[in-house]
């Protein structure tokens, strides 16, 4: 977690001083994601690492601070990973529990070993390729949000097919559900600074719960959290929805229709084509 607070602080930096140039962003990203896609690949831990600092990265390149303000961002960042992380400490004290690594399959788990490097090595590429396009079209639109494209081209791109499929339709669903929501409670009512503020803390209290359990679920959650953030600083409501529609849609696209070309031209099979090959072979 400590590696994880810096990596993060340090994302946040050096995307904030890659923001300043367009071209030199759009390249840089496609670097990073490259990067930390195959040092995702290592290991599950280092995988959940990775896809949260290339996310805070791509968050800092699509949306410029002055200095000050990045400052304050990576004091924050660093402040809530010593929080998270001291808390963590005094629960596991107070329980007495012991260490117990969470069981989550790797995204490569269940590929022959033969065929993972190369797999995981095209995935790099890939989402490098897809990253440079998302950050040149963000850099481009004008639209307030716009590390928003390249953030979920981040979140929603996996090795596979099948695990890229899942994950967009999670994607997809998780963020129509959770935009309809906030939709139908302003046909009812206005929501004014109290009501963003129980809305935000329920989404983000769903988003964590379901994290590992229904990644669906854990994106209605964040969905709510994040568009009541934003109502909280002045942003309006129904642009934000839709913008945030819009994004999710085009990064769907540009992650399923990368995928698809990528299997069509190497013939990738599906993690559960591989297990059963791996499993006839010692058969």
Known sequence: MAWTTIGLAAAAGFGAVVAENKVFAVIISGVTGLVCTLIAARHTRAAVSSSLILVIFTIYVGHPKPTDAVFSGIVLILLGGFLQTLSCIVMRSLFKRRYQPRQVMHQSEGIAPSNASGINLRHAIRLSIILMVATAISETSGEA???WLPMSVAWMSRVTLDD????????????????????????????????????????????????????????????????????????????????????????????????????????????????????????
Not at 215 to 224: D, E, N, R, S
Not at 269 to 283: F, G, H, I, P
């Open 145 to 147: 949000h716009q590390y």
């Open 164 to 283: 890229t499929f899942n994950r967009v339709i999670h994607r997809l669903l998780g963020t129509l559900l959770g935009l309809g929501a906030i939709s139908l409670i302003l046909q009812f009512r206005d929501l004014y600074y109290n009501d963003w503020l129980v809305v935000s803390l329920l989404g983000g209290g769903l988003s964590i719960a379901y994290n590992w359990v229904n990644y669906a679920a854990a994106v209605i959650g964040g969905t709510l959290w994040i568009i009541a953030a934003f109502a909280i600083l002045g942003d309006p409501v129904i642009n934000t929805l839709v913008e945030r529609m819009l994004e999710t849609s085009l990064a769907a696209a540009l992650v399923l229709g990368a995928a698809w070309i990528d299997h069509g031209m190497n013939g990738t099979l599906s993690v559960e084509a591989c297990s059963d090959a791996v499993q006839r072979n010692e058969t």
